[in-house]
């Protein structure tokens, strides 16, 4: 029951800004964005979110659309160990679970 | 401070036997979450506890069960394993802010 789109795949050259898309068209008003990784066999790691405001750490930058529907996950400088699946999921801020989806797989090419 | 620890981090098993998984969460994190991954149905919830109560439990059968401790320490139980049931079983712990921290997962191989 993922409420969010994503493309199946994405190859990203070394040293680039990654972008990638995560469209969420039914999300609600009391729902944040959630952006997680997961490196092959390892558990998800948490990379960001956000609720209506851009955001930015040190790992990825959040940009969530005006009105909410969308949003982009930028990796500024990708490396080769960003090479990973790339979950974006919605959740409310009262409900603990995570409804992943397939995610994108995004490579990093040398 | 110390992640999330799941043990073991590999287990056989063989089908009609039964499988008890542990999750320490971070210390201060009173949620644990477990979660199935597989290659066909991927990353899917199976439940979640919150002070030793069930809060949301996800779209399993009976033979799956949990249960939370008192230090927050959670384990999981599949009874009657299945060939199925092979799968990376993932324990995610939250605190007082929103994000969920994973585990390194146990990988279960039923045989």
């Known amino acids: 029951d993922a409420k969010t789109t994503q493309p199946p795949s994405m190859d990203c050259a070394e040293g680039r800004a990654a972008n990638l898309p995560c469209n969420h068209s039914?999300?609600?008003?009391?729902?944040?964005v959630y952006w997680y990784r997961q490196i092959h066999s390892q558990g998800p790691q948490y990379i960001i979110h956000?609720?209506?405001n851009n955001e930015t750490n040190e790992m990825a930058s959040l940009i969530i659309t005006e009105d909410r529907k969308s949003s982009t996950l930028i990796l500024p400088h990708a490396t080769l160990r960003d090479t990973a699946v790339y979950y974006c999921?919605?959740?409310?801020?009262?409900?603990?679970?995570?409804?992943f989806g397939a995610g994108t797989t995004v490579t990093v090419r040398a | 401070k110390a992640g999330v620890t799941q043990t073991p981090r590999y287990l056989i098993k063989t089908r009609g036997q039964q499988v008890t998984l542990s999750c320490s969460p971070i210390?201060?994190?009173?949620?644990v979450s477990w979660y199935q991954q597989t290659p066909g149905q991927g990353l899917q919830f199976l439940f979640e506890?919150?002070?030793?109560?069930?809060?949301n439990k996800g779209n399993f059968p009976g033979r799956f069960s949990g249960r939370q401790f008192s230090n927050s320490r959670s384990e999981m139980n599949v009874s009657t394993l299945e060939l199925g049931d092979s799968a990376l079983y993932l324990c995610?712990?939250?605190?007082?802010?929103?994000?969920?921290?994973f585990g390194q997962g146990t990988r279960l191989t039923v045989v």
């Open positions: 999921i919605v959740r409310s801020s009262n409900d603990y679970k995570l409804s």
């Open positions: 039914t999300i609600s008003g009391n729902e944040y």
């Open positions: 995610a712990s939250t605190g007082g802010d929103t994000e969920a921290f």
């Open positions: 956000g609720l209506k």
């Open positions: 210390s201060g994190h009173r949620s």
């Open positions: 506890y919150f002070s030793e109560t069930q809060r």
